[in-house]
T-cell receptor
Framework: KQEVTQIPAALSVPEGENLVLNCSFT??????LQWFRQDPGKGLTSLLL?????REQTSGRLNASLDKSSGRSTLYIAASQPGDSATYLC????????????FGGGTRVLVKP | EAQVTQNPRYLITVTGKKLTVTCSQN?????MSWYRQDPGLGLRQIYY???????DKGDVPEGYKVSRKEKRNFPLILESPSPNQTSLYFC?????????????FGQGTRLTVV
């Protein structure tokens, strides 16, 4: 059974500081890992998708790494801004979960001006 | 614009009154699914559909029904809603159900059953 954990559950940083968000999963036989952003009362916005054969993906200030062997992914957000305040979710797609997405509990981020 | 659209966004209903939450995608995706999100429990899959006329149970299907008569639509039906179905619901779609595809989510439907 696949389990996904995100620690910490909440994070507060001053504006301009780099953000580091962690995601760990128990079954390393994943197909891909996806990072999402969720704003209060809003839907999930896909940020980055990393295939199992990739080590990282980048989009603007966002960079996500994947280490399948250790069951970990890290999302880096450079030079954080108040607009980055949101909850960030990671999800993995794996055969252990019948190919569906298994989500972590999320990290709630607050970037203070 | 490529998107997954859910309606309504907010719904308050009474126990036992049948309701339907609609979901539509304009990306010609084969795979669609429904999730519910609850505090402390995260997102859990309710039902999914690999293609038209093909649906299957997810992790928490009890009390829900779905149908997939056309590719773009995947409605979620609560025949007799109960208070424990109060939750935030998301519809999602992917190009296919295979392992390499990216998932796209709707804006969510906040359902309250009193």
């Amino acid at each position: 059974k696949q389990e996904v954990t995100q620690i910490p559950a909440a994070l507060s940083v001053p504006e301009g500081e780099n953000l580091v968000l962690n995601c760990s999963f128990t079954d390393s036989a994943i197909y891909n890992l996806q990072w999402f952003r969720q704003d209060p009362g809003k839907g999930l916005t896909s940020l980055l998708l990393i295939q199992s054969s990739q080590r990282e993906q980048t989009s603007g200030r966002l960079n996500a790494s994947l280490d399948k062997s250790s069951g970990r992914s890290t999302l880096y957000i450079a030079a954080s801004q108040p607009g980055d305040s949101a909850t960030y979710l990671c999800a993995v797609r794996s055969s252990a979960a019948g190919n569906k997405l298994t989500f972590g509990g999320g990290t709630r981020v607050l970037v203070k001006p | 614009e490529a998107q997954v659209t859910q309606n309504p966004r907010y719904l308050i209903t009474v126990t036992g009154k049948k309701l339907t939450v609609t979901c539509s995608q304009n990306m010609n995706h084969e795979y669609m699914s429904w999730y519910r999100q609850d505090p402390g429990l995260g997102l859990r899959q309710i039902y999914y559909s690999m293609n038209v006329e093909v649906t299957d149970k997810g992790d928490v299907p009890e009390g829900y029904k779905v149908s997939r008569k056309e590719k773009r639509n995947f409605p979620l039906i609560l025949e007799s809603p109960s208070p424990n179905q109060t939750s935030l619901y998301f519809c999602a779609s992917s190009l296919t159900g295979n392992m390499n595809t990216e998932a796209f989510f709707g804006q969510g439907t906040r359902l309250t059953v009193v």
